[in-house]
């Protein structure tokens, strides 16, 4: 049973986290420059190694994740903006956790797996969102029915993904992928931040610095320096939980200076966890601290 508590709490934090030249030279505007007909594959890589700690026991669990998202450019507003569409293409997952070895993957789905039910609807999964040139969503259309085709209509899934449970929440976690698009103009040196509140995300709180490394031809690189924290309170099988995260992110960002859009990026992230909760056989209290270090890495082809 904590196997699969984990495993569903890992699942959403994954999910949702469904989820950088010798002189200064020109100020350059990064922009996001989107055409009809485009379309951005984002194939991504996230390996977790995560320990474990809970009455005496020590454990150890390591995944390793593949993904792939498609963004499609619809359509262009009058007023300048961008109707895209996302979906996942392919997922795979490997998991290897207290003498278990789990595995999941959408072009040749075993439903013998315990992640089959968990994963199943991914690559059905569709939604659309109108998006500003600097990275701001205007409007969401068909989360409803992302949401239930992702989880399947697993509830307990749904649970732990409350960012879809309404156009707001969902805007301020898209918005999140686009954070790194500065406000103004910016040379080599030049240094931005972002603060980022998600309190749907497990009241998420970020702040990002960023700075412009160098451009070179059509790429600028962009320097990342995150700290986040997480806070609340989560019910999983009857059991209430309190959770709490501190962490940092530290990465690097390559921008296509044409079109806005992220290129490459490597990150490498470092969380403490630390979950309280009560026996519900003996009604003492119990603390479960957890450390889980990820390295991230994502390249976008443009078709």
Request: no cysteine; net charge negative; aromatic share 6%.
């Amino acid at each position: 049973m904590r196997t699969k508590r984990l495993l569903t709490i890992s699942i959403a934090l994954i999910l949702s986290l469904s989820t950088s030249l010798i002189f200064a030279g020109p100020k350059q505007l990064l922009r996001l420059n989107l055409q009809q007909g485009e379309a951005y594959t984002m194939a991504m890589r996230m390996e977790n190694n995560i320990q474990q700690s809970m009455m005496g026991q020590q454990n150890e669990m390591k995944q390793v994740m593949d993904m792939t998202m498609v963004m499609k450019v619809d359509e262009l507003t009058g007023d300048g903006n961008f109707i895209v569409s996302y979906n996942y293409s392919s997922f795979k997952m490997d998991m290897d956790a207290m003498g278990q070895s789990m595995s999941y993957d959408s072009e040749s789905p075993d439903e013998s797996s315990p992640f089959h039910s968990v994963f199943k609807g991914i690559t059905d999964a569709r939604f659309q969102m109108e998006l500003t040139p600097t990275g701001k969503i205007v409007d969401v259309k068909g989360i409803e029915e992302y949401l239930n085709t992702l989880t399947s209509g697993n509830q307990q899934l749904k649970n732990t993904l409350p960012m879809f449970t309404d156009d707001k929440a969902f805007k301020q976690t898209m918005e999140s992928n686009f954070s790194y698009l500065p406000e103004e103009a910016v040379s080599k040196g030049d240094r931005w931040s972002n603060v980022i509140s998600l309190p749907a995300l497990m009241n998420m709180n970020m702040e990002l610095e960023y700075e412009l490394i160098d451009v070179e031809g059509k790429q600028a690189e962009i320097k990342l320096d995150a700290v986040l924290d997480m806070n609340q309170d989560i019910d999983q099988q009857g059991m209430t939980m309190n959770m709490t995260t501190k962490g940092t992110q530290q990465g690097t960002i390559l921008v296509n200076t044409d079109d806005g859009m992220a290129r490459e990026n490597t990150m490498v992230q470092d969380l403490d966890m630390l979950m309280k909760m009560t026996n519900p056989q003996t009604g003492d209290p119990m603390e479960m601290p957890m450390k889980i270090v990820s390295e991230v890495s994502y390249k976008v082809t443009k078709k």
